[in-house]
């Protein structure tokens, strides 16, 4: 039998089934270890979904029933997984040399949108001065179980850090208290930007290089950084950006070829390995792009459409009002006539990509624009370069 997180099944697992008297059976412990590696660790119930292929068999022969590709279903399935000591808690943070190991005022890491048994990474950008260094900068992170109490507990996993305290390694296993042994305290000794990664998951920690932005080489522009798209960052560990993409790119952390290059390691997926082959898009275009360096994941979603939308512009708040793309689809113009009101720009005609807070530096999920004014106006928003922007020149 095969299980999907989705219908589609993008994403197959395979699970031992028997069948008799027309009832496909699953071992309960085949489930549940198909189903956490392949689908979620999480303890919730959720959805997923199962097809099984059908089989003749008379003696030792067996014939298929159906095409190769033919399969029964798919049926829809809610799972409530085996109870499991594996726990991730909601939010974790970073104290020590940064907040004075006040428990209390631990600086909580980031984390995505996903459940955090489908993305067990946590992480924060932390800059580390020459005198910290010099003297070392000390650090440990606790769940936030203990952050709510506002001291420190002594209980299995209520703090994690290191094996040997003092260890100044910059990569390695996070080890948990337990309730009568305190785990080490990390200690770096290197000065500069670094973001912390923790993935509770692999019970694993790392300090590497914060990075500023993400260029984005390619046969759109000839694999040239400098006329590469840039993405921006406000975490260090999640970037965004537009970027005008053919069909095969890579991610870089420098201008040049000297940083970390990131390529194909699967759909969606990002190596660091320098031999890792070339990212790609369905066809050429302009794209919203999503960077997780920490997770070392991508999303890259076509720009079909950008217009203005608000009670501003002629079709209100109801439908955008379309611009027209440059060639190399980084700018956009076009003659709108504005009322009063506020108005904001807008992709594909849905708020998932969308730019506002002020004409000298557009934000995704900025705030509404104001009207220029009554009159009808030559717009150029500019997504060629950071920061985002656009003019207006009344006609």
Same mark, same amino acid.
């Given at each position: ?152 507990? !002594? ?6 850090? +290191? #094996? &040997?305290? /003092?260890?100044?390694? %910059?990569?390695?296993? *996070? ?97 660091? !390995? ?6 790609? +898009? #369905? &066809?050429? /275009?302009?794209?919203? %792009?999503?960077?997780? *360096? ?102």
């Amino acid at each position: 039998m095969q299980i999907s997180a989705d219908e589609n099944f993008s994403r197959i697992a395979e699970v031992p089934a028997t069948v008799a008297n027309n009832t496909v059976t699953v071992s309960p412990d085949d489930l549940q270890g198909v189903y956490q590696s392949n689908i979620s660790k999480s303890p919730k119930q959720r959805t997923i979904w199962a097809r099984y292929a059908a089989y003749a068999v008379k003696d030792q022969a067996s014939v298929r029933i159906g095409d190769p590709d033919y399969f029964y279903g798919p049926f829809q399935l809610q799972v409530l997984p085996i109870p499991s000591s594996f726990v991730i808690e909601q939010n974790y943070y970073l104290l020590g040399t940064v907040n004075g190991w006040s428990v209390a005022q631990a600086i909580k890491l980031n984390h995505s949108d996903k459940d955090v048994y489908d993305d067990p990474v946590f992480s924060i950008k932390v800059d580390i001065s020459a005198a910290d260094a010099a003297s070392g900068w000390w650090w440990k992170i606790v769940p936030e179980s203990t952050y709510a109490t506002g001291n420190w507990v !002594d209980a299995d996993n209520a703090a994690f850090g +290191v #094996a &040997e305290n /003092g260890d100044e390694a %910059l990569s390695g296993m *996070l080890v948990g208290r337990t309730a009568t042994e305190d785990c080490g305290a990390g200690c770096l000794k290197v000065q500069g930007p670094y973001l912390l990664t923790i993935n509770l998951e692999e019970g694993t920690y790392k300090f590497e290089m914060a990075i500023d932005n993400l260029y984005t080489p390619g046969d759109s522009n000839n694999w040239s950084h400098a006329a590469s798209q840039l993405l921006f960052t406000k975490d260090y560990a999640n970037y965004y950006g537009y970027a005008n993409l053919n069909s095969i790119f890579k991610f870089t952390s420098a201008p040049n070829w000297g940083g970390i290059n990131y390529g194909n390691a699967g759909e969606g997926v990002l190596s660091t !390995d320098g031999g890792a082959g070339n990212l790609t +898009v #369905a &066809e050429p /275009g302009l794209y919203w %792009l999503h960077v997780n *360096l920490a997770a070392l994941t991508y999303e890259a979603t076509l720009v079909k459409t950008i217009g203005l939308v608000g009670d501003a512009t002629p079709n209100g708040w109801g439908a955008s009002t379309a611009l027209t793309p440059s060639a190399d689809n980084l700018v956009w113009t076009g003659e709108v006539t504005f009322g009063a009101g506020e108005f904001k720009f807008r992709a594909n005609n849905e708020w998932a990509i969308n730019l506002g807070g002020s004409m000298d530096d557009l934000q995704q999920d900025g705030g509404n624009l104001a009207s220029p004014g009554a009159g009808t106006y030559a717009v150029t928003l500019d997504l060629s370069k950071l920061p985002y922007t656009c003019t207006m020149v009344k006609k």
